[in-house]
């Protein structure tokens, strides 16, 4: 069974950074796009950032040049650098991959999310 779990989110002060990872398991064959998306309380899910097969990246203009998305094909993981928190980043933090599995289509895979707080 695939599955995706983010680790390292964590309560830091603004202007402080992070790094979320995000590890994929299972009877993976490949992996397509990766995305981190975020929720925080009474808003709705958005995109953060997204990195394609080719590692091209995409961000959100509230977090260009204070963020960085990497991947690592080989071992199904990708993370998430975070610098300069502010607390409007405040939020809970999900990976989501485009994963084609062993005997399965491509599917679109969540993990549980991992909790980030910036204190003010």
């Known amino acids: 069974q695939v599955q995706l779990v983010e680790s390292g989110g964590d309560l830091v002060q603004a202007g402080g950074s992070l790094r979320l990872s995000c590890v994929a398991s299972g009877p993976i064959l490949s992996i397509n796009t990766m995305g981190w998306y975020r929720q925080a309380p009474g808003k709705q899910r958005e995109l953060v950032a997204s990195?394609?097969?080719?590692?091209?990246?995409s961000y959100a203009d509230s977090v260009k040049g204070r963020f960085t998305f990497t991947r690592d094909v080989a071992k199904n993981t990708a993370n998430l650098e975070m610098n300069n928190l502010k607390p409007e980043d405040t939020a809970v933090y999900y990976c989501?991959?485009?994963?084609?599995?062993?005997?399965?289509?491509?599917?679109?895979?969540w993990g549980p999310g991992t909790q980030v707080t910036v204190s003010s």
């Open positions: 989501n991959a485009q994963i084609r599995a062993l005997g399965s289509t491509t599917w679109m895979y």
């Open positions: 990195i394609n097969s080719g590692g091209s990246t």
